[in-house]
């Protein structure tokens, strides 16, 4: 049985929302927001516009922290993640028995507890390696598997398979030996298809080579070089022309220059130079203009289960969903045929509004001035986007890579 522990607060204590730094409804971070709030309300819809903007302010503000607790307890932490009943706030669970008092994390938006919940079996990095030790086994059992979720705390694992609700049904006594041969809880979810690769073959984009489209991502500079360059995913092609979304006069577009990349089990990620261009750490969101680009100010080396996540890609436009995880596996999605097996190493995001499509490919995931990671997978069925899978952004730094201020 697991143990919380918790002191005499009972309540997420926030702020009101004129304390949060809202935009102007007619600016575009002002509607950025407006979007962003819209498609937190669909996926909660008990809350408040007022608390909604003042929940998505809060997420920002305690990325430090996360990042900090994430430090102290990693020879413990099962799992964080960021819950929002029944009020938000962020849970870290851990192995062992040894409670943790509770926490309120100041910021200037609010302030947000933090909840420890203990006796847990497994740290998450045993988790995974239960998990991949009997993916062989999973993967012979269970036909048409195209990702895996895992939950540590709860030692189960969500499988997502092509196959439709009859097939689940059908694998239920599979199962059953399965959950007493891996120690873990296993459920499927049918009708889920496989992730690819998101790069489109016609239509118009700021990313482009021979009627291969992508989206560029976020500014780079190589540690021992000093070069400066921007990202994109590395199953795009090598040989892309940047271009903004201008037309006519106002229209530009630049070569890069492919210099390095990495497409593995874990990566998926390439870098250009633009030659005598200078990258900036801006990307467009809910407007195409190039005055009105979203400055990142902040960059994560991943993102946190629970957060709300947005991209622009150059097919699905502006788009936003709910990180369900940062340890995915899109299962057969990896490498440079995209037919490899993946790591759980990837972020999850899904959601009723999220939209994806070919040509995404390498866009900057972000939530208003942080930046998280790119994309590199999408998950469609029938024209329905049912999951993206990223890249966290710590993983360029096996090319050599920092963020560009």
């Known amino acids: 049985m697991k143990w919380k522990a918790m002191c005499c607060s009972t309540a997420l204590l926030v702020s009101t929302n004129a304390l949060a730094q809202v935009p102007n409804a007619d600016t ?11 498609t937190y309300m669909r996926e909660h819809p008990s809350v408040s516009v007022d608390d909604a903007i003042t929940r998505l302010a809060v997420q920002g503000e305690v990325m430090p922290d996360i990042e900090a607790l994430r430090a102290e307890f990693a020879d413990r932490l099962t799992d964080l993640s960021i819950k929002d009943a029944p009020d938000q706030h962020i849970l870290v669970q851990l192995k062992g028995n040894e409670p943790v008092a509770e926490r309120i994390l100041r910021t200037e938006s609010g302030a947000t507890r933090v909840v420890f919940e203990v006796d847990h079996k497994y740290t998450r990095n045993e988790f995974y390696a239960v998990l991949d030790r009997h993916m062989p086994l999973l993967q012979s059992t269970i036909p048409g598997i195209t990702g895996t979720t895992g939950f540590p705390a709860e030692e189960r694992v969500l499988i997502d398979i092509q196959g439709d609700e009859s097939e689940a049904q059908s ?11 891996t120690g873990l809880k296993i459920e499927i979810r049918p009708s889920m298809p496989k992730s690819v690769n ?5 239509g118009g984009a700021p990313l482009q080579s021979n009627n291969t489209y992508c989206t560029s991502g976020f500014p780079v500079i190589h540690t021992a070089t000093g070069r400066r360059g921007i990202t994109t995913a590395a199953h795009c ?14 229209k530009y577009t630049v070569p890069l220059t492919f210099v390095d990349q990495l497409n593995d089990a874990s990566h998926d990620v390439q870098w250009h130079t633009v030659g ?5 750490r801006e990307v467009y969101a809910t407007s195409t203009s190039d005055g009105s680009r979203r400055r990142i100010m902040y960059m994560w080396t991943n993102a ?9 890609g150059v097919t699905s436009q502006y788009t936003c969903g709910t990180v369900v995880s940062i340890d995915h596996r899109p299962e057969l999605a990896c490498g440079p045929t995209g037919n490899l097996p993946c790591a759980n190493a990837w972020i999850r995001i899904e959601g009723s509004s999220l939209a994806c499509g070919f040509g995404d490919s390498g866009a900057a995931i972000f939530s208003g001035s ?14 329905s986007c049912k999951g993206v899978s990223a890249m966290p952004w710590g993983a360029i730094s096996a090319l050599g890579l920092k963020s560009a201020g």
């Open 28 to 38: 575009e971070e002002g509607k950025e927001l407006q979007i962003l709030v819209h």
């Open 370 to 383: 942080n930046g998280y990671g790119i994309v590199a997978k999408a998950s469609l069925s029938d024209g």
């Open 237 to 250: 092609p090598d040989d892309m022309i940047y271009g903004n979304y201008a037309t006519g006069s106002g």
């Open 171 to 181: 694998l239920k006594t599979a199962i059953k030996k399965l959950e007493r041969a």
């Open 304 to 312: 946190t289960k629970g957060q709300s996540m947005c991209f622009r």
């Open 198 to 202: 998101a790069a489109y073959v016609v």
């Open 276 to 280: 005598s261009n200078t990258p900036l």
